[in-house]
Each structure stands twice: as structure tokens, then as C-alpha cells.
């Protein structure tokens, strides 16, 4: 028989998941999300919530901490579509809107029911595997530029820093150029947006015992666990000032002094960094330290978002549909011309991971490409058209950085009809500010 654990806060959702619950012959249990986070060990099932995003926060984290996958066992129920795109970065299965009547509780139950959550974890890439980085997987010019970056980088020991927006796949470059450097070491990965300033110390450079309340006996820090292996340090860019200080040493002599400790120990690893900003432009604003951007930024890659690999996103989508059906024992779901067209004309701010979302749900049946957001397709074709034109323009002076020039006789569109494009689609402006060339060009 099915389980299913409901924290809900809202008495009416609760009471139509509990009839679908019913009616569907599987067994709930009920309690407050704030409980179940102190339970000694957390359901195989799946977890239903709908509570804010810092209580929320806190289930996730209880999940990482026991070595789950919170992003096989959460299912969130959101009030508006829109939330969806707002917060595709929170590392769950899927948000759905609430169900507006029992019977749809009973369609949502119903899906959830035939797809029993698996605890898998990334697949460890073998040594001389392109993997993610395949040649059908890989069409794009930005990304082919990006993975032949990476392929010269991979058996280099050199400090790197990946430049990506949110969900591009920063993370999969970092854990293939680990895999592929043939180190006997692990792959530390430290997030640095939640790393705690207090904790920075203890949790990089590790811990005497006795050195605070609490310390009973001696930890190893980042550093040290990442011998002869990996640090990856992702969102360097939210590091504070103190503590971009205090790394900077450390990464400097490769080595540390644990928390309370005198002796200096030596660690040889590799670091990989990685931010969604601009490192030079940090430094301007003086929100990052000149000579740790210099110490790390001795190769840079920069990873395209989702929107500049058109040429990605079909092949990309069939895998994520085979990978996920295969996982959940699941049958792969056919795709029509709407979806396709539907998959090309979003904006996808949550790039690669927002896309496999996508195929997770459309496998588990609680969605598919045009289904619940306010996306282009609600817009009409002059719209749908009008996304998918910017999207071209701006993959296209990317492939040429940022030469209107070469951009236009590439698309075989005269250059004023470029330029007026540009304009029309604030193009001109953005990538100007990367590209200072591009207004000589025109």
C-alpha cells in the first residue's frame, strides 16, 4: 500500500488530500512539518508541504544532512503558477498548484501513487566519458566553445572559475572536470551562500577539539578533505569580504591552521570556483578582493544559459524524459508539436535544471511543457515568434561576440534590420556592456 506523509498547513487542502488519500487506498500520516524536520529518520514516501520557503528550507536541509536526495521525496503545492519560475532553483521534485477540488486531488494522488520515489545520486562519471558533454547532447556554438574550453582544462591542475547563470550547469562541469583529471582524491563541494560567517573558519580550515563549546573531539576541514582531490567552491561570489580574506591565504600556501590549533598542515588539491556574476565587475563594486580574483581566475569558462543553446534543448529534453522513466519504472511520454515548439519559445530562467524539472513532472504525469505557467503560449503566436527571435539574436551575437557585423550575415538579415532588432529587443544595451565593441561594429 502507498504512503504518503502530509504536512499541510491549510485545513481545506489537507481535507481534499486526505478524501483523494482515501478514495485512493493509501495510507497518510499527518504531522507538522516542525516535527517530522526532528524525527531521528525521514520517510522513503513522498513528503507533501506547502509551507513558506524558510520552513521549507529547513526539511531540505534535514534531508541533506542524513545523505538524502530531498529533490526524489518533496512534492510542494503552490497558489499560483507563476511561484514555479520564481523558485526553480529549490531543490525538490516538483511544485504543483493546488489542487481547486477533490477530484483533482484525486488526479495529483493518482500520479504520485504509480511513481515510487528513488533515492539515486549523481552517477559517477567514468574517466575519457564525455557524458553530459556528448556531441548529440552538445550542437550549440556557446556550449561547443565551453566544452572545448573544458576538454583542454580537464587534465590541467590548474585553479578555474566557471561563469554561469543559475541552473546552466556549473555544478556537472565541475564534477566532469574532477572526474576526467584522473585524481585519486574526492570532490569537496562547498556552497558558499550557505556558509554561515561564523562557521567559515571551522567548516574550511577544520576544528581542534576543545577550541569552542561543543568541540569534542577534532575535525577535518574542507581543505584537508579535499586532498589530492577537488575544492569546489560554488557561489564564490556570495562569499563576505572577512572571509574572501582569510581563503585567500589558504588557497595561497595550499594549507591551513585547524580552529584552535598551532601546527600548519599542508593540503595539495585542485580549486574550482563558480559565480553567477561577473568577478572584474565585483572587484568595481568592491563586493570581492582584487587579488583572490586574480589567485583563482587562472583559466575562466563561461557556461551559456539554456535560452542561448536552442540547438541543445530538444536533445537535451528526449534524454531527461528516457533518464527519468527509466529511474521511476515509468513508460516515455510522447512529445507533440506543441510542446516542441512550446520548449523552444520558453525563457527558461532556470536554464538546465528547470528543463529537467520539466521532464520529471511530464514523466509523473503532473505536467507538461505547456502546462501550468504563464509562458509564451499563453501570449499567442505573434509573441511565441517574437521569443524565439530574441532567442536566435542573442545565441547568434554571442557565436560572433557581440559583432552586429558578422551576426546579421550569419541570419542573412541586412545589418539596419539588425540593428533595429537589437533595439526592439533591448539586445543592443546588454550586450554592449560585456561586448564594448559591438556599437563600433554597427
Not at 566544452?147 to 587534465?155: H, P
Not at 512550446?342 to 521532464?359: D, F, M, T, Y
Request: aromatic share 8%.
Amino acid at each position: 500500500m502507498t504512503e504518503l506523509t502530509l504536512c499541510i498547513e491549510s485545513q481545506e487542502l489537507k481535507s481534499r488530500l486526505r478524501a483523494a488519500a482515501l478514495l485512493m487506498q493509501a495510507t497518510v500520516h499527518e504531522l507538522p512539518l516542525s516535527e517530522l524536520i526532528t524525527k531521528r529518520s525521514l520517510p522513503a514516501h513522498w513528503v507533501l508541504v506547502d509551507h513558506g520557503l524558510e520552513e521549507l528550507g529547513g526539511l531540505i536541509e534535514r534531508f541533506k544532512a542524513m545523505g538524502r536526495k530531498p529533490e526524489c521525496h518533496i512534492i510542494r503545492f503552490i497558489d499560483k503558477p507563476w511561484q514555479e519560475y520564481v523558485y526553480h532553483d529549490i531543490p525538490i521534485f516538483a511544485s504543483i498548484v493546488r489542487p481547486p477540488n477533490p477530484l483533482a486531488a484525486v488526479h495529483v494522488l493518482e500520479r504520485l501513487i504509480k511513481t515510487k520515489p528513488l533515492q539515486f545520486g549523481k552517477k559517477k562519471l567514468a574517466v575519457d566519458s564525455d557524458g553530459p558533454y556528448a556531441p548529440e547532447f552538445v550542437r550549440s556554438k556557446p556550449m561547443q566553445r565551453a566544452v572545448a574550453q573544458l576538454q583542454v582544462l580537464k587534465q590541467l591542475p590548474v585553479d578555474t572559475v566557471l561563469i554561469g547563470q543559475t541552473g546552466a550547469g556549473k555544478d556537472t562541469a565541475a564534477r566532469w572536470l574532477h572526474a576526467q583529471s584522473g585524481v585519486k582524491g574526492e570532490f569537496i563541494h562547498v556552497n558558499c551562500a550557505a556558509l554561515p560567517e561564523q562557521l567559515f573558519e571551522a567548516e574550511l580550515f577544520g576544528v581542534m577539539a576543545g577550541a569552542f563549546t561543543g568541540a569534542q573531539k577534532d575535525r577535518p576541514g574542507k581543505l584537508e578533505l579535499a586532498n589530492e582531490g577537488t575544492l569546489y567552491l560554488d557561489e564564490m561570489d556570495s562569499l563576505p569580504l572577512s572571509c574572501q580574506a582569510k581563503l585567500l591565504n589558504a588557497l595561497q600556501y595550499r594549507g591551513a591552521t585547524r580552529l584552535g590549533g598551532n601546527s600548519f598542515y599542508q593540503s595539495t588539491f585542485r580549486v574550482i570556483a563558480s559565480t553567477k556574476a561577473s568577478l572584474p565587475e565585483l572587484v568595481k563594486q568592491q563586493k570581492f578582493r582584487e587579488d583572490l580574483h586574480f589567485r583563482l581566475s587562472v583559466s575562466q569558462v563561461q557556461i551559456p544559459s539554456l535560452a542561448e543553446r536552442l540547438e541543445d534543448i530538444l536533445p537535451l529534453y528526449r534524454h531527461f524524459l528516457s533518464e527519468v522513466a527509466f529511474q521511476f519504472r515509468l513508460d516515455v511520454p510522447a512529445i507533440s508539436t506543441e510542446e516542441l515548439d512550446e520548449l523552444l519559445s520558453k525563457p527558461w530562467p532556470g536554464n538546465v535544471r528547470e528543463l529537467h524539472a520539466c521532464a520529471q513532472r511530464h514523466v509523473i504525469g503532473l505536467g507538461t511543457p505547456c502546462d501550468n505557467a504563464e509562458t509564451t503560449s499563453s501570449l499567442g503566436l505573434k509573441q511565441r515568434l517574437l521569443s524565439f527571435e530574441k532567442a536566435v539574436l542573442t545565441q547568434a551575437l554571442h557565436a560572433h561576440n557581440g559583432c552586429a557585423k558578422s551576426a546579421s550575415e550569419s541570419l542573412g538579415v541586412p545589418l539596419h534590420s539588425m540593428y533595429y532588432r537589437m533595439k526592439r529587443f533591448e539586445l543592443l544595451e546588454k550586450v554592449g556592456n560585456s561586448l564594448e565593441n559591438i556599437t563600433t561594429q554597427i
